[in-house]
């Protein structure tokens, strides 16, 4: 099995910056970001498949967050810059052995997910 633990969520004000992490044990193909507000349904933010590290985001953080994957210490992150208060809310890691590219931010193909850390932007 997959373990996830993430790591690194705040409060900021609008304009900075939060760098998340994610700390995995087991092996993993396809790993994501999604976030979630009360009321709403969890949102694909940043998808990262291992082999080619083909990246794929969610059009609203498109050239501010940045998804990576550090092999050598199994740690997946989310530098997240120019936070909006809309970016506000709790934050999951995810993972998956296998992936298609297409379906890399859909809550289905993934089977393994963290706990969550909460990301607080105030205007």
């Known amino acids: 099995d997959v373990q996830l633990m993430e790591s690194g969520g705040g409060s900021v004000q609008a304009g900075g910056s939060l760098r998340l992490t994610c700390e995995v044990s087991?092996?993993?193909?396809?790993m994501a970001w999604f976030r979630q507000v009360p009321g709403r349904e969890r949102e694909g933010v940043a998808g990262?498949?291992?082999?080619?590290?083909?990246?794929l985001y969610a059009d609203s953080v498109k050239g501010r967050f940045l998804i990576s994957k550090d092999n050598s210490k199994n740690i997946l992150s989310l530098q997240m810059d120019i936070l909006r208060p809309e970016d506000t809310a709790m934050y999951y890691c995810a993972a998956a052995d296998w992936c298609r590219a297409s379906e890399m931010l859909f809550q289905k193909t993934y089977p393994y997910w963290g706990q969550g850390t909460q990301v607080n932007v105030s205007s």
């Open positions: 990262i498949r291992e082999r080619d590290r083909l990246a």
């Open positions: 087991g092996e993993t193909y396809c």
